[in-house]
T-cell receptor, first 120, second 113 residues
Framework: AQKVTQAQTEISVVEKEDVTLDCVYE???????LFWYKQPPSGELVFLIR??????QNEISGRYSWNFQKSTSSFNFTITASQVVDSAVYFC?????????????????FGKGTSLLVTP | GAVVSQHPSWVICKSGTSVKIECRSL??????MFWYRQFPKQSLMLMAT?????????EQGVEKDKFLINHASLTLSTLTVTSAHPEDSSFYIC?????????FGPGTRLTVL
């Protein structure tokens, strides 16, 4: 069974601060995908990144960066120089890469989310 | 990324009525779509996997006779909440899988009075 843990329920930072959102996962699959999604108050889920289990390279996209550590089963997300527009709920998610039984294996297992509030 | 639309964006209905929610993948064909439900301040929970041309696969605890799913084409899946009750009030979100990534619709907020 798969499990995603986002221990931080809520984080509040002041604009321009850096913030890291933690994500720890559990899976018995040898190949899997990890994701981060942003859910602003409007409710729509915005895709941020997908990482394959065999690719441990860290990634940077503008102010966003991700640290994938297979040894600790973590996939942490850092926002540098946070802005008010970054305020949202962020979800880490996990799915199988090659489901054996059915397409349901491609479904995402979400963490409980971390609510980030960036104040001016 | 891929674009997924969902209609309606919100609906208010009386208890006992049925509500249909449409999910469309606009710029790609999706043999598999997913339906999730999200209660306030909670995470998304998978309800069912919608397979084009075949029966949907429901998660444990989700009543297939209450939440009817039809995936008649490669771009459209529908979720019908039959005989809705106030406890069915929630945010329903669909997603389509494209290039190993799931893209989500904007969601439908259902309120049952």
């Amino acid at each position: 069974a798969q499990k995603v843990t986002q221990a931080q329920t809520e984080i509040s930072v002041v604009e321009k601060e850096d913030v890291t959102l933690d994500c720890v996962y559990e899976t018995r699959d040898t190949t899997y995908y990890l994701f981060w999604y942003k859910q602003p108050p409007s409710g729509e889920l915005v895709f941020l990144i997908r990482r394959n289990s065999f690719d441990e390279q860290n990634e940077i996209s503008g102010r966003y960066s991700w640290n994938f550590q297979k040894s600790t089963s973590s996939f942490n997300f850092t926002i540098t120089a946070s802005q008010v527009v970054d305020s949202a709920v962020y979800f880490c998610a996990l799915s199988e890469a090659r489901p054996l039984n059915s397409n349901s294996g491609y479904a995402l297992n979400f963490g409980k989310g971390t609510s980030l509030l960036v104040t001016p | 990324g891929a674009v997924v639309s969902q209609h309606p964006s919100w609906v208010i209905c009386k208890s006992g009525t049925s509500v249909k929610i449409e999910c469309r993948s606009l710029d790609f064909q999706a043999t598999t779509m997913f339906w999730y439900r999200q209660f306030p301040k909670q995470s998304l929970m998978l309800m069912a996997t919608s397979n084009e041309g075949s029966k949907a696969t429901y998660e444990q605890g989700v009543e297939k006779d209450k939440f009817l799913i039809n995936h008649a084409s490669l771009t459209l899946s529908t979720l019908t909440v039959t005989s809705a009750h106030p406890e069915d009030s929630s945010f329903y979100i669909c997603s389509s899988r494209a290039r190993d990534t799931q893209y989500f619709g904007p969601g439908t907020r259902l309120t049952v009075l």
